[in-house]
């Protein structure tokens, strides 16, 4: 209806004698431009020994058009606060072309610059306009506690991009990754994905890379992420002796760092300084350090064996006494067997 109405304006407008063919010609172009930029829609109608009588732009599949100009109405916008932002780049039936300024998501579809050009007839120009938004990236650990069940250790995420990004990951350790789609209404999609390891103790401060691929930008974007891996207490007693007693240092491995430290099997009176104590001379027993965390709890015993200075004097005393006994038993054998010796020889003497 729209058309045949134009076709009979332009009979009207190029006089009653006037034969007008009616051509369909359509041409299609892509454009892409960012989000906040302002681009050109190209549409050139008019030619040698032709007049461009009426332009109507229209979007996807509306029927209405929300931009048109008239040879004799001029410029017609259907949606007033679009007035400023979207306008014709020369207000003049020698060219169609639309500025779009200041780019929305909204703005994103298929163009069509519907012309009617005196003789031809009308003309189409169909453009498919991509609005190209980078996206905002981050990527953080997962904290996991340690076990033998596959679970998600670090997420990736690269927010409100158009066209969607891509997402890989780099990793020394055996796992896997799952990505999802999230699209909002405003057109733009977040993509979201998890990288999964059966964690261990050993996984905890390692470093994995999600790597993003902005689409729009054609750029990649590496994100390095330390692991946390929760895991109890591992604890070890470090005994150093000297100063007339022994120092022993609790040391725990764990994540989250442990808590609470507590000592079993230590005298009475001996102050803990927390992760260490000093126990002097004058005791014999095992003495237990026992940690925790949120996770768990863990624990180390070392034995601990002094001597009293007189059962050591007396010790001392009885080894020097049984050195000068074996002396001097050896000093009586040695003598027997000279004695011996020297009989031997003489009746050996004594015979021959």
Known sequence: MWLDSNIRMMQQYSGDDCRV???????????????????????????????????????????????????????????????????????????????????????????????????????????????????INSATPIPATAGLSEVPVARCVSANGNPPAGISWISNLHGNYTTTQNKSDNGTTTVTSLYKV?????????????????????????????????????????????????????????????????WRGLPEGVETNKTSVFVKTGMNGNVSCLTSNSIGTGNDTIEIIFQDPLEGHAIGQTIILSVAVGVLLLVVLATILIVLLIRRKRKAAGFT
């Open 21 to 135: 063919t009616a051509r369909n010609q359509v041409t299609e172009v892509t454009l892409t431009a960012f989000a906040g930029a302002e681009v050109l829609l190209p549409c050139q109608g008019t030619g040698n020994n032709s007049t461009l009588v009426h332009i109507a732009w229209k979007k996807d599949a509306e029927k209405t058009s929300f931009i048109a100009y008239h040879h004799k109405r001029g410029v017609n916008n259907s949606n007033p606060h679009d007035s400023s932002r979207i306008v014709f780049r020369n207000n003049s039936l020698l060219d169609a072309s639309i500025l779009l300024k200041s780019l929305q998501m909204q703005d994103e579809g298929m163009y069509t610059c519907e012309l009617i050009v005196f003789p031809q007839g009308s003309h189409e120009e169909t453009m498919n306009l991509t609005v190209l938004v980078n996206p």
């Open 198 to 262: 059966a964690p261990t103790r050993s996984t905890d401060g390692q470093e994995v890379t999600c790597v993003v691929y902005q689409t729009a930008s054609q750029s990649t974007i590496p994100l390095t992420i330390k692991l946390s891996i929760l895991y109890p207490p591992e604890v070890t007693i470090i005994r150093d002796d000297g100063n007339g007693g022994v120092s022993l240092k609790c040391v725990a491995e764990a994540n989250p760092p442990a808590g609470t430290y507590s």
